[in-house]
């Protein structure tokens, strides 16, 4: 499901630095980053469309002995009550790319009606949202992650929510900013001046000329938020039957002889090198997009 | 100049919420960007168009309204913590005292008139007005209630972990304030060569490794294969039988490695924003004429360049401490370094709510105060802001 829905985001990702965008110098759209990032995303998200035929069992379900050593049946071995390892990592991958795309889908909406929508009315409905944003982009964003966290309960909903919800002040603010200056611009006045409401002036201009600097927020925010659900499920916030990579650390690191045994190796690396990878990954694209697409780097090299 | 400031606020403030796990490159260089950026070239960057040419006069009456506004915005932020801590708590699905006595805790209640008891005990009769006067009350007591498992006043249970949360972040922020400065002014100066790039790439990949398999990695390679360093904890048990050099370093030792990758986390953010200040001013003209009088690239590099570079990196360094503040709660769960991470994990997995909250308020009340401070500092430092 998780696979679905990203889907249609890898598209766009491979497609928006095409060769419309002409303005940009070649060799920053071949930059290696892109290259090397766009290929672990394009791995982490086959992993995840293709996990069940990876491996044969079910990751929640006991399949052997407890803490089983890895063998042709458990290629990474089995957990404390006996879940296969292997299938935990690989379906870990479909609820790390959930994360990113709802999170940062979420965060992106936000950031739109938040930053972009308000700028464009102009007005009280501007200051008061700017106000807003800028309030919220002073609550420490972690330990009110831990907080939520802890009294939502089980629940994997709350922290992907609260993860979007606190990429929005983050993303409206650079939105709005660039706006403000294209608002200035002649095309969005001659809309405006022909009738055009403010839905349509962000529909048909605004989302296409802000389009890049979404698409790096949304990267950004996607990395962020995998790293973020990692870290709460470490943490041992979050959906304590879930399948995640975060979690998979949070039990392994449990384990008082964790570092006493080989175990070590089969267990905690892959887990942890997945979440690294992953947000490497996304970071990776962000890195390689953002100074052909945000105006200031360029302006300054 | 309004334009700076206002700027600088925005981006400044901007660094709270992004460094949650860890400030992206791009954030990092913007913040670096914006501190040496001359109002012309501000347009694109948050605010800068509002600002119209004022003059002088009326700039620096607007200055002092915006050191009286920062002021205020940073009171609002804290007391709506304050609030938070208060209201999430009662606003979530269930009953107070079921959340308060989740499966697992001691404290399980047996029927209705216990409840009752425990219900007037909490306050939780009263009305939310009421409930809320006396929790502001408690807590300018520093009343922060008792911990669920151990039934200490939570406020003690903090100030027991506090200072080895202070020994970690304030020398991680010292470490990494110190190696970024040297890499930063080191790659500006050669931007572009092989060894800024090495770097540059270095800094940016490490920042991204998560702190739990970092630390783990170290762990596992110091401490149980090399057997170097302890694997757990702040201090050998016992070591009150030690010297006071002894003791010193013990607590050395076991700061070394999650202070190793605290400061990892930190390092690039000081790298890039010292990088951006050496590469801004590496066309200036007294760049030009120290060279002229023939000045040694050292003298040049440390005493003219470096210096004015610098100033970004002060308050940056004041952003980091409370960056470092949320990096730990991870960081002391892998070490079962002693400090306030590890209470706030260990109150997780009982669900020890008075503690959490209580951890959560010191935690997130000293991340805004330490960026008030970082903000005024800023302020003060750089003449060009300063009323």
């Known amino acids: ?301 | 100049m309004d334009d700076h400031r206002e700027q600088r606020g925005a981006d400044g403030e901007g660094a709270g919420p992004r460094s949650i796990v860890s400030p992206r490159p791009g954030e990092a260089q913007r913040v670096g960007g914006v501190a040496r950026e001359s109002p012309e070239s501000a347009l694109g960057a948050a605010g800068g168009v509002e600002g119209a040419p004022r003059p002088p006069d009326e700039g620096r009456r607007r200055g002092r309204r915006r050191w009286a506004g920062a002021g205020i915005s940073y009171a609002v932020t804290i007391f709506a913590l304050v609030t938070l801590n208060f209201l999430l708590p009662r606003a979530m699905p269930g009953d107070p005292i079921d959340a308060l006595l989740a499966q697992g805790s001691s404290g399980f209640v047996f029927g209705e008139e216990a409840r009752a008891e425990l219900e007037e005990y909490y306050g939780l009769d009263r009305s939310l007005a009421a409930q809320y006067g006396q929790y502001l009350t408690g807590l300018a007591r520093g009343d922060l209630g008792r911990s669920i498992v151990t039934n200490t006043p939570v406020w003690d249970e903090l100030a027991r972990r506090l200072p080895w949360t202070l020994l970690l972040i304030v020398s991680a922020a010292l470490v990494s304030t110190v190696v970024g400065l040297v890499a930063g002014v080191h790659s500006g100066w050669r931007r572009d060569r092989p060894m800024d790039r090495a770097l540059m790439t270095m800094l940016l990949a490490l920042r991204e490794f998560p702190p739990y398999l970092l630390g783990s990695l170290l762990l596992y390679v110091f401490a149980v294969k090399l057997g170097w360093l302890p694997l757990f904890g702040a201090e050998t048990p016992f070591s009150g039988a030690f010297s006071p050099v002894e003791r010193v370093v013990d607590v050395g030792r076991h700061l070394l490695l999650p202070l190793l990758v605290l400061s990892v986390g930190l390092t690039a953010g000081n790298y890039l924003i010292m990088r951006a200040g050496m590469v801004g001013e590496l066309g200036s003209d007294y760049l030009l004429l120290g060279r002229a009088k023939g000045l040694r690239e050292r003298r040049l590099k440390y005493r003219y360049v470096a210096r004015n570079a610098l100033l970004p990196l002060v308050s940056l360094t004041a952003i980091q401490l409370g960056f470092a503040l949320t990096a730990v709660v991870l960081i002391e769960r892998v070490f079962s370094y002693p400090g306030l991470g590890r209470l706030l994990f260990e109150a997780i997995a009982v669900r020890d709510y008075p503690i959490i909250q209580g951890a959560f308020l010191l935690i997130s009340v000293g991340v805004v105060t330490i960026n008030a401070v970082a903000d005024a500092l800023y302020r003060r430092l750089d003449p060009r802001t300063a009323p």
């Open chain 1, 1 to 301: 499901m998780s696979a679905q829905t990203s889907a249609p985001v890898e598209v766009a990702r491979e497609a928006e630095p095409g060769p419309d965008q002409a303005t940009e110098p070649e060799r920053r759209r071949r930059s290696p980053l892109l290259v090397v990032g766009l290929g672990l995303l394009g791995l982490v998200l086959l992993v995840a469309l293709i996990a069940s035929l990876l491996t044969p069992h079910d990751p929640r379900a006991i399949s052997g002995a407890a803490l089983e050593e890895p063998s042709a049946g458990h290629p990474l071995g089995t957990d404390v009550p006996g879940r296969d390892i292997f299938a935990q990592l690989v379906f870990g991958a479909r609820t790390s790319l959930t994360v990113a795309t709802v999170s940062a889908s979420l965060a992106m909406a936000g950031a739109l009606l938040f930053g972009v929508l308000p700028a464009l009315v102009g007005g009280a409905a501007d200051s008061v949202s700017n106000r807003l944003m800028v309030f919220l982009l002073a609550l420490p964003g972690l330990p009110l992650l831990v907080l939520v966290g802890s009294l939502a309960g089980e629940s994997h909903l709350v922290v992907i929510v609260l993860i979007g919800f606190l990429g929005i002040a983050p993303n409206a603010r650079i939105l709005r900013s660039q706006t403000l200056a294209l608002v200035q611009r002649g095309f969005i006045s001659a809309s405006q001046g022909f009738g055009g409401g403010p839905l349509y002036v962000l529909r048909r201009h605004l989302v296409p000329a802000l389009g890049p600097l979404i698409l790096v927020g949304f990267v950004n925010w996607a990395g962020l938020a995998v790293a973020l659900e990692a870290g709460l499920a470490f943490l041992g916030l979050g959906d304590p039957s879930g399948i995640s990579w975060g979690l998979m650390l949070n039990r392994a690191l449990a384990q008082p002889s964790i570092y006493f045994s080989p175990m070590w190796t089969w267990w905690v690396l892959p887990a942890g090198l997945a979440v690294t990878f992953t947000v490497l990954a996304f970071t990776f694209v962000g890195v390689a997009l953002e100074p052909s697409f945000n105006p200031r780097w360029l302006r300054s090299s």
